[in-house]
């Protein structure tokens, strides 16, 4: 509604996990370079948590774009199913058809896929996302996936993505097996004030709102002070009060979101729930 008013190629607060707005916060570059280790080193399993909206999603995105041509990538984004559909789905994002089988042929047939990439001197990289949902069954069926493996390396390296929940639940007994073989760890931190300064900025010069420095829209410090203060530096409520404040310049005819506009869009936040 307001990107003509703007002068935006596209919405800039737009809540989807788009990696051409990733923001290289110095802890999710940090994030992304331990998960890039993780798989190049053959570590198995690699555990990235953060708080809700902190940008987990993005950073899978990114991370797929960044690996070389030589690894297959699954990505599941929603494991809250049994351990035969977690396998027939990761079958099918590393792009393999089957007709409908029991769990040992799903099995067999990606072990299949997993020795003739692994000849081929390539990887294959597992990311399941919101894996603090995962069944316990689920869980575990995920642990067994690493046991594909030659006698010098794993087949898979497979990625968990998850609240801090997931990390509450993989301290609990039935599951140390799982946790001990995982030597790759980070959790996500929110951005601090002046990086969601930069977050915003950052966000609005990729819709293209440098490319008219005359008359391009800004937030002002106060702006700033308020939406962090309301967000916390969580990037999902950023996005969420920074679309609303583009949405009360857009009305109240001005390109400069100061105190008052930011005031009003959380206020329209909150009354929404």
């Given amino acids: 509604m307001y990107d003509r008013f703007y002068h935006l190629k596209s919405e800039p607060f737009s809540i989807t996990p788009d990696p051409d707005y990733w923001f290289v916060a ?3 570059a940090e994030a992304l370079n331990h998960l890039l280790y993780g798989i190049q080193q053959r570590k198995g399993f690699i555990q990235l948590t953060g708080e809700v909206g902190s940008g987990k999603t993005t950073l ?5 774009t960044r690996l070389p041509a030589r690894c297959h990538t699954a990505l599941i984004l929603n494991p809250v199913m049994t351990e035969t559909q977690l396998i027939r789905a990761a079958l099918t994002e590393f792009g393999i058809s089957t007709r409908r089988m029991d769990r040992l042929g799903y099995l067999n047939i990606l072990n299949r896929l997993l020795l ?6 390539e990887d294959a990289v597992l990311v399941i996302d919101e894996a603090q949902d995962m069944p316990d069954a689920t869980l575990e069926m995920a642990r067994l996936l690493s046991n594909l493996e030659t006698e010098r390396q794993k087949l898979v390296q497979i990625v968990l993505v998850g609240q801090p929940e997931l990390r509450d639940k993989l301290r609990r007994p039935e599951f140390r097996q799982l946790a001990q073989r995982i030597t790759v760890r980070y959790h996500l931190r929110r951005l601090s004030r002046q990086e969601t300064a930069e977050y915003l ?33 969580t990037p999902r409520l950023i996005n969420a009060v920074g679309d609303k404040a583009l949405l009360a310049g857009y009305v109240h005819n001005t390109r400069k979101i100061g105190r008052n506009l ?8 909150k009354e929404a729930g």
Avoid: Q, W
Wanted: aromatic share 6%.
């Fill in 201 to 233: 900025h950052h966000r609005l010069a990729v819709a293209g709102a440098d490319d008219e420095p005359n008359s391009a829209v800004r937030f002002d410090k106060a702006a700033v002070k308020e939406i962090y203060r309301y967000s916390r530096g």
């Fill in 60 to 64: 899978c995105r990114v991370l797929m």
């Fill in 26 to 28: 110095t802890h999710h």
């Fill in 262 to 269: 930011a005031r009003i869009a959380i206020r329209e936040l």
């Fill in 116 to 121: 003739k990439v692994n000849a081929a001197g």
